[in-house]
């Protein structure tokens, strides 16, 4: 019997693997900007529909573009499948913006749903203008030339592609069907499984017939390691970090042997240096807001009654504006972020400032330097030639002048050097 119950054991493994491997079709969405977190993600997800022998990966794609080199990476990976791909531009009122043009041409199939549009894929520069002159043209050439292979590849409409580069151009599902950009118009998933059933395609390692009849779809999430790069490919997650990092030391500075903020700020700033490596940065950007640091540091340490700090704030708000190169709107830092960030710093340091100021004017409440501006009675007379002695506070203290003190009249404190005060008379 126990022979028989380890046979059972290991067919229902079996049955067990042979589910887990049969051949469903994987489904992923990516939505926002393309960044190298998009290239991992579908990278991964390639490789996992690989390993499953899927009849098929569908990238739902809703995208306004993103970084060229992620985008580079990720038509790579998908003309090197070896499972068909299908990106699917929906749903309605997506679109696939700059680099989403790019990846949807480099599908095995392309679709779209109902009201959704491609296009607009001209290289832009920081902030969104277009590059110019010599510049604007090598990159523009390079980018046509690129579409140009991915669309040849594909059998999709080379003239069709090569427009979204140099004029913009843009479509929607029935312009870019009726132009030959993509195959399939599909309203909704059952539809594009349907439409895509039988249909052959040229994968790595040769050709495929999909057969998607009776398949089951299996939505792939991102893990914990993707979704946290997505979160960190943020700018303003990455921004953000990086200032509560920043305060956190400058607050080490303000009262050293606190710890705590130092290493926190220490830690937050490595992880949003390793978010900002992951975005285009502008290094004229980070270096103003390092200096805009230092300028903070400086007012610490040496109060300069605000000057150092309207320096770091102007420091700060043009390097927060410049720190990141962005292709497009996805990927800029928020302005209403970069005003409250610099709002919060100006009112911060402008309460170190008080503070500061307040602790150079109030007079020492202990020692020796608590004496001065105290009054008291002179003990003996005293010269400028002759030393004497009074009585502050109830001590009798050896005493200069640098003019005549009778015995008896009220004095002022004005130093103290060496346990002996020097004094003048009280003028009420």
């Not at 042997?257 to 490595?270: V, W």
């Not at 540091?297 to 000057?307: C, N, T």
């Not at 302005?335 to 960030?341: H, K």
Request: proline share 3%.
């Amino acid at each position: 019997m126990k022979t028989y119950n380890y046979i059972a054991i290991v067919l229902v493994l079996l049955l067990s693997l042979g589910q887990e491997l049969k051949s469903d079709v994987i489904k992923i969405s990516v939505e926002g900007g393309i960044s190298p977190a998009t290239t991992l993600f579908i990278k991964n997800s390639i490789q996992y529909a690989e390993d499953r022998k899927a009849e098929a990966l569908i990238i739902q794609l809703n995208t306004p573009g993103g970084l060229l080199d992620a985008t580079r990476d990720i038509v790579q990976e998908i003309m090197g499948a070896n499972v068909p791909v299908v990106v699917w531009i929906a749903p309605s009122g997506a679109r696939a913006g700059s680099a989403g043009v790019f990846i949807t041409l480099a599908a095995h199939i392309a679709a779209m749903a109902p009201g959704t549009n491609i296009g607009a894929a001209h290289p832009v520069g920081m902030g969104g203008e277009k590059i110019d002159s010599t510049m604007n043209e090598k990159i523009t050439n390079d980018a046509a030339a690129f579409i140009r292979s991915i669309a040849h590849e594909r059998n999709k409409n080379i003239d069709w592609a090569e427009r979204t580069v140099r004029e913009s151009i843009s479509a929607t599902e029935k312009e870019s069907l009726l132009a030959g950009a993509i195959d399939f118009i599909a309203p909704n998933l059952d539809s594009l499984l349907t439409l895509i059933d039988g249909y052959e395609v040229k994968i790595a390692s040769g050709t495929k017939i999909i057969s998607t009849k009776g398949k089951k779809v299996v939505e792939k999430q991102m893990t914990w390691r993707e979704s946290l790069l997505f979160w960190l490919a943020n700018p303003n997650i990455a921004y953000i970090l990086l200032m509560i990092g920043i305060y956190g030391l400058l607050f080490e500075f303000w009262s050293p042997g606190a710890m705590f903020p130092g290493i926190l700020g220490a830690i937050l700033l490595m992880i949003a240096l390793y978010a900002l490596q992951m975005l285009p940065l502008n290094y004229a950007g980070i270096g103003l807001i390092l200096i805009a640091i230092i300028l903070f540091i400086l007012e610490i340490k040496v109060v300069s009654y605000g000057l150092l700090t309207i320096a770091g704030i102007l420091s700060l708000a043009i390097g927060s504006i410049m720190l990141i190169d962005a292709p497009n709107e996805i990927m800029d830092i928020s302005m209403n972020l970069i005003i409250t960030v610099v709002i919060i710093t100006t009112l911060l340091f402008l309460v170190l400032i008080v503070f500061g100021i307040k602790a150079q004017t109030r007079r020492a409440v202990t020692g020796d330097l608590a004496l001065i501006g105290l009054r008291g009675i002179a003990m003996t007379d005293i010269s400028p030639a002759q030393k004497g002695q009074v009585k502050v506070s109830g001590e009798i203290w050896s005493a200069v002048s640098d003019e005549e003190i009778m015995e008896g009249e009220e004095i002022v404190v004005q130093n103290v050097q060496n346990f002996v005060l020097k004094v003048r008379k009280y003028i009420a």
